[in-house]
T-cell receptor, first 114, second 113 residues
């Protein structure tokens, strides 16, 4: 079964500090994609970062970076220099490279403390 | 390029009624997926359409159905509404199924009373 697990329902971080959100997944596929999506209170889901499983290098997008551990099936998101606008629900997602559906975790609600 | 649009944004229905939600994907995107989002369950996959054909279906009862038109616009229908169907329904589009990140619409908030 293909599942995505986010074990931290809620996290908080001080403004300008760094926070790491955890995600693990289960799959028997060798080729797949992983994503982090952000859903602010306005509800529009926005792509934050994406990682191809065949790439060993961790993806980075400005203040957002991932720690992809393929053997451990772990895909954590690090947010550096946290800003108030980073407050949102963050979803980890997985899709196999077979053109099938996306699987989402249950989300982590991130609060940024001024 | 316009994003994914969903109509209506908010909807209130009573138990037993049926509802139709609409989704227009980003221009050039041919794959549309639907999700149900509830606080306790997160995002649950409903179904995916590509080239007017349902490619994948999640574990939802037959009351949930959908279709896709030749212009890639998609509709989902829920018949005989139940209180538990109250949720945010999200539509997402991709250029091709599964190969690229999904772009989400703002969602339709359905409340069943």
């Amino acid at each position: 079964a293909q599942t995505v697990t986010q074990s931290q329902p809620e996290m908080s971080v001080q403004e300008a500090e760094t926070v790491t959100l955890s995600c693990t997944y289960d799959t028997s596929e060798s080729d797949y994609y992983l994503f982090w999506y952000k859903q602010p209170p306005s509800r529009q889901m926005i792509l934050v970062i994406r990682q191809e499983a065949y790439k060993q290098q961790n993806a980075t997008e400005n203040r957002f970076s991932v720690n992809f551990q393929k053997a451990a099936k772990s895909f954590s998101l690090k947010i550096s220099d946290s800003q108030l606008g980073d407050a949102a629900m963050y979803f980890c997602a997985y899709t196999p490279n077979t053109g099938n559906q996306f699987y989402f975790g249950t989300g982590t609600s991130l609060t940024v403390i001024p | 390029k316009a994003g994914v649009t969903q109509t209506p944004r908010y909807l209130i229905k009573t138990r037993g009624q049926q509802v139709t939600l609409s989704c227009s994907p980003i221009s050039g995107h041919r794959s549309v997926s639907w999700y149900q989002q509830t606080p306790g369950q997160g995002l649950q996959f409903l179904f995916e359409y590509f080239s007017e054909t349902q490619r994948n279906k999640g574990n939802f009862p037959g009351r949930f159905s959908g279709r896709q038109f030749s212009n890639s616009r998609s509709e989902m229908n829920v018949s005989t509404l139940e209180l538990g169907d109250s949720a945010l329904y999200l539509c997402a589009s991709t250029r091709l199924p599964g190969l690229n990140e999904q772009y989400f619409g703002p969602g339709t908030r359905l409340t069943v009373t």
